[in-house]
Structure formats: structure tokens, C-alpha cells
């Protein structure tokens, strides 16, 4: 995974008003109800199937070395009212894997190893700034935040980091 949080990425800046009533944050609030599942990333495997016309696999180490990449910076804002300025994701963008796999439905449900699962409407699913996203701050995402990668949708108010 090295690799892949060396190589050259586009970056994308997404600025937007925060919602009201947050309050910054120097850091990330890990809410932790149980320990995530301990998964290497050279392990991982991401999966678009159900509605689609052709189910995918793409294992997370191929997903970052050989799929497209953004560096998106953005704010992240949770629902419990706290918020990060400028916090740079690296991923691939959604709607690459959507155009592999076709999907014939109109929404989306992601599912994390960890058993967290999130609704994605339809106008986030083929959004420039829905992400895959593998790495934070240029780190892999860290396992107490949830085993990588994680979908992201920072222009929502997000329920977990």
C-alpha cells in the first residue's frame, strides 16, 4: 500500500458552508461500541453486485494502484456536532466501479466489513465527490475509525468517521 499513497493523484478541493451548529474539532471523536474487525488491506476486496449488469470484485490493493485516484479535501462533519477542516481522502471515485459494473437499480446500500452499512441516494452515487477512500492525511485510514476503506460522501453530514 506504500505504492499507492505515493503515487500522483488528481486533487479535488470540495468547500462548502458548515451545517448549523457545529463546533470544531482538533481531531477525530472515535466512537467505538466494539473493536473493528482486524482486515490487511492486501486482503480486502471491494464488491459491487445486486442490481447490477455485472458484478465486481476488486481487491482493495488493486483498487489503489491501478484504478483512478482523487485527493479530496474537505471538510468532515459529524452528526453528533463537531467538525474537522481540511482533511485530504484518497480513493477512487464511486462511479468508476459503477461504470464497470452498470448497475440497473437507482440506489445504493454500502456495506462495512464491520457490519456498519450506509444508504447512498441516487444523486451521490455517481457524484464527483463520492469516494472510495483507502487513506486519510496521507496515512492509511487508521483501523479505529473502521477497517479501510470506507465510502465517503463528504458534502453529508457523515455518522461515522
Same mark, same amino acid.
Given at each position: 500500500?506504500?505504492?499507492?499513497?505515493?503515487?500522483?493523484?488528481?486533487?479535488?478541493?470540495?468547500?462548502?458552508?458548515?451545517?448549523?451548529?457545529?463546533?470544531?474539532? $482538533? $481531531? +477525530? *471523536?472515535? %466512537?467505538? *461500541?466494539?473493536?473493528?474487525?482486524?482486515?490487511?488491506?492486501?486482503?480486502?476486496?471491494?464488491?459491487?453486485?445486486?442490481?447490477?449488469?455485472?458484478?465486481?470484485?476488486?481487491?482493495?490493493?488493486?483498487?489503489?494502484?491501478?484504478?483512478?485516484? *482523487?485527493?479530496?479535501?474537505?471538510? +468532515?462533519?459529524?452528526?453528533?456536532?463537531?467538525?474537522?477542516?481540511? *482533511?485530504?481522502?484518497?480513493?477512487?471515485?464511486? $462511479?468508476?466501479?459503477?461504470?464497470?459494473?452498470?448497475?440497473?437499480?437507482?440506489?445504493?446500500?454500502?456495506?462495512?466489513?464491520?457490519? %456498519?452499512?450506509? %444508504?447512498?441516494?441516487?444523486?451521490?452515487? +455517481?457524484?464527483?465527490?463520492?469516494?472510495?477512500?483507502?487513506?486519510?492525511?496521507?496515512?492509511?485510514?487508521?483501523?479505529?475509525?473502521?477497517?479501510?476503506?470506507?465510502?465517503?460522501?463528504?458534502?453529508?453530514? $457523515?455518522?461515522?468517521?
Amino acid at each position: 500500500m506504500e505504492r499507492a499513497l505515493s503515487r500522483r493523484c488528481e486533487r479535488v478541493e470540495l468547500r462548502r458552508g458548515w451545517p448549523p451548529g457545529q463546533v470544531k474539532a $482538533r $481531531r +477525530f *471523536v472515535i %466512537y467505538d *461500541v466494539f473493536d473493528p474487525p482486524s482486515i490487511r488491506p492486501e486482503e480486502h476486496s471491494i464488491f459491487i453486485k445486486g442490481a447490477v449488469e455485472k458484478p465486481i470484485e476488486v481487491p482493495l490493493l488493486r483498487l489503489a494502484l491501478d484504478y483512478p485516484c *482523487v485527493d479530496l479535501v474537505a471538510d +468532515f462533519h459529524c452528526v453528533t456536532g463537531w467538525s474537522i477542516e481540511g *482533511v485530504t481522502w484518497r480513493g477512487t471515485p464511486l $462511479r468508476v466501479l459503477l461504470e464497470e459494473a452498470r448497475p440497473l437499480g437507482r440506489h445504493g446500500l454500502a456495506w462495512g466489513a464491520d457490519g %456498519y452499512s450506509a %444508504y447512498l441516494p441516487p444523486e451521490a452515487l +455517481f457524484d464527483e465527490y463520492t469516494i472510495i477512500a483507502w487513506a486519510m492525511n496521507g496515512e492509511l485510514i487508521p483501523l479505529k475509525q473502521g477497517p479501510p476503506p470506507g465510502s465517503l460522501r463528504p458534502h453529508a453530514t $457523515r455518522g461515522r468517521a
